[in-house]
């Protein structure tokens, strides 16, 4: 298992993104219902890399997410394969 690097979240939202060094952006439902408390998983999204940071568009409609070859804070680490780049993901579908 990988430690995840970085979570963002819609406002007023249930939706919870994190990312990691695993090659998968993780999408997650947060229940708040003091029965069924805790997070389950919606989707994995395959990015190649040390997801280090992401940024919700508005709505949630897309996700950024900043992707390079070692982690943000340190380089203990190497993904020897990965670009350093910016990965935008659509969520939502046009309607």
Known sequence: PRSVMCCDA???SDLLVTGSNDGYLRLWKVN???KIAGISSLDSIPIH???N??????KGRFCVAAV????????????PRAKNRFAI???????
Request: aromatic share 6%; net charge negative.
């Open 68 to 79: 390079g070859q070692e982690p943000r804070l340190g380089r203990w680490d190497r993904v």
């Open 10 to 12: 819609i406002n007023l």
């Open 32 to 34: 708040t219902e003091e």
């Open 49 to 51: 890399g040390f997801i």
């Open 89 to 95: 993901v659509q969520l939502i579908g046009d309607e």
């Open 53 to 58: 940071s992401i940024a919700m568009g508005p």
